[in-house]
């Protein structure tokens, strides 16, 4: 049982269940309400399960390489949450990341020869290597890590967004009704990976000034380190403002429709949460004080893709 444990541990299984959400959440909220136009996809489900299947794997595989790498930084920064080697051995870790990558890269490319899609298999074997490079270099260079974490997280969702792009069709209905709803499922979709990237990187340089020492300690170049706290802190502001104005924004678009309870949900959830990071951050102080940051910040990235389900409700 002790084993079980360390191993979701090390996969950061909570991590895993948001990715699966984001995708299970994207195509109950954005491509099924499309089916009750009239409007209809090439792309099968089953091939969306594998996609999700395989995102959790490669995700899964990217979480362990990491850590088999920063073994020496989390023995500094979190000795008591260090798995690989105290329950799990190195060589069993590696096994498990070239499992899972292979295993995640296989079912792309049987979704690649058994749909339209032709890319899936290769772009998220690039995933994979950049994964690995994040890992052993990356992470260490100033902004390049954070903004490949970014990058990736947001891929979760523009994944699945290219499955179903130019994928639609509609039998009964005219060119102009179908390119209607394809252009708004591209805003959307394009709206959410652009929440997915700036709070991810929010959260990435947040967890940087959390593990400050052990990064120091070993040659890492990350931004409290090369810019100091102060100036990280600036820069976390400034994308904390920019994503408040961006929400705030879309909030009172989608009220000239009437989605009141979106609204609610949004201000009170979401919004009123990024305000109180923005006066918490500059009053941060310890490891500890980051680490609840960085907490919040990942239950309002929660909170923020579970808004999908607003546009199935008002669909």
């Known amino acids: 049982m002790k084993l079980i444990i360390a191993f979701l541990r090390l996969v950061r299984w909570p991590n895993l269940l948001i990715i699966a959400l984001t995708q299970v959440l994207f195509y109950f909220s954005l491509v099924q309400p499309l089916y009750r136009k009239g409007i209809y996809s090439h792309f099968e489900v089953l091939h969306f399960i594998l996609l999700i299947v395989a995102s959790v794997l490669i995700a899964a595989a990217g979480y362990i390489i990491n850590d088999y790498f920063d073994l020496n930084i989390d023995q500094v920064n979190k000795p008591e949450r260090t798995i690989i080697d105290k329950r799990i051995k190195r060589r069993w870790a590696i096994i498990m990341h070239l499992l899972f990558s292979f295993t995640g890269i296989v079912i792309c490319f ?16 690039i995933c994979v290597f950049l994964l690995f490079g994040y890992s052993i270099s990356l992470k260490k260079k100033l902004l390049w890590g954070n903004i490949l974490i970014s990058a990736l997280t947001a891929w979760v969702v523009i994944v699945s967004f290219l499955c179903y792009f130019n994928s639609f069709y509609c039998s009964s209905c005219d060119r102009d009704f179908l390119e209607l709803y394809n252009n708004r499922f591209i805003r959307i979709s394009f709206l959410y990976a652009g929440f997915a990237f700036v709070i991810s990187l929010i959260r990435e340089v947040v967890k940087d000034m959390e593990d400050m020492d052990g990064d120091a300690r070993y040659g890492c170049k990350t931004m409290p380190i090369a810019w ?25 678009y989608v009220l000239q429709f009437r989605w009141v309870w979106s609204a609610v949900y949004s201000i009170t959830l979401i919004i009123l949460p990024l305000i109180w990071l923005l006066r918490n951050l500059f009053l941060a102080q310890s490891a500890k004080d980051y680490h609840r940051l960085s907490t919040v910040i990942k239950l309002v990235m929660l909170t923020g893709l579970l808004s999908m389900i607003f546009f199935k409700i008002y669909s």
């Open 228 to 252: 100091g706290i102060p100036a990280s802190k600036v820069f976390v502001a400034v994308w904390l403002v920019v994503l408040i104005g961006m929400i705030s924004i879309v909030q009172v």
């Open 110 to 125: 049987y979704i690649d020869f058994n749909s339209a899609i032709f890319w899936l298999g290769i772009s998220n074997l």
